[in-house]
T-cell receptor, first 115, second 113 residues
Framework: GAGVSQTPSNKVTEKGKYVELRCDPI?????LYWYRQSLGQGPEFLIY????????DSGLPNDRFFAVRPEGSVSTLKIQRTERGDSAVYLC?????????????FGPGTRLTVL | DQQVKQNSPSLSVQEGRISILNCDYT??????FLWYKKYPAEGPTFLIS?????DKNEDGRFTVFLNKSAKHLSLHIVPSQPGDSAVYFC????????????FGKGTKLSVIP
């Protein structure tokens, strides 16, 4: 499979817990993006990585959210002290040529439910 | 402030007829627009795009029209097929530094056999 993969596909956690969501981009893609899609809404941008560095983290809602991409490939989105309002589908996308938006390929998402 | 608006949450069309999905935007900095298609439990799949310097782009059964003065886009699907039933998202993008896509809320298209 050459597409973007995300694990787990579903995550149920309790309020206050810590969660990690993983994204495996398409091999060779240097740009990686995280989006969040709440019920009835379109995806909303969270953070963009170019290589290992976060080039734009302006979409992260607060300091409970953090993401890393230590080797420029796999990325992990980390959420501390989860709240019920964090429940959403978290989507990851990657692109070969950053800046050409039509090359953003999305994974299937991780559905996070905070009880 | 919603920068990309898809005012029709749903649309039903008979198989073989034309489907027209509409999108309005407010951010004049957008210079590239995309349509994504999403099936349940899958991620959005890129469908077609258009640069702001063009007013039409066609790819098979899919055509996107851009009216820059009205800040309006539309996606035409002709002929519509049952497999086209999905949620369609319009997204805008500014090439001036930020690579994030700004999405509308989506329109659910149902093509009736």
């Amino acid at each position: 499979g050459a597409g973007v993969s995300q694990t787990p596909s579903n995550k149920v956690t309790e309020k206050g817990k810590y969660v990690e969501l993983r994204c495996d981009p398409i091999s060779g893609h240097t740009a990686l993006y995280w989006y969040r899609q709440s019920l009835g809404q379109g995806p909303e941008f969270l953070i963009y990585f170019q290589g290992t560095g976060a080039a734009d983290d302006s979409g992260l809602p607060n300091d409970r959210f953090f993401a890393v991409r230590p080797e420029g490939s796999v990325s992990t989105l980390k959420i501390q002290r989860t709240e019920r309002g964090d429940s959403a589908v978290y989507l990851c996308a990657s692109s070969l040529i950053p800046g050409l938006a039509d090359t953003q390929y999305f994974g299937p998402g991780t559905r996070l439910t905070v009880l | 402030d919603q920068q990309v608006k898809q005012n029709s949450p749903s649309l039903s069309v008979q198989e073989g007829r034309i489907s027209i999905l509409n999108c309005d935007y407010t951010n004049s900095m957008f210079d590239y627009f995309l349509w994504y298609k999403k099936y349940p439990a899958e991620g959005p799949t890129f469908l077609i795009s258009i640069s702001s310097i063009k007013d039409k782009n066609e790819d098979g059964r899919f055509t996107v029209f851009l009216n820059k003065s009205a800040k309006h886009l539309s996606l035409h699907i002709v002929p519509s097929q049952p497999g086209d039933s999905a949620v369609y998202f319009c997204a805008g993008y500014s090439g001036a530094g930020s690579y994030q896509l700004t999405f509308g809320k989506g329109t659910k298209l149902s093509v009736i056999p």
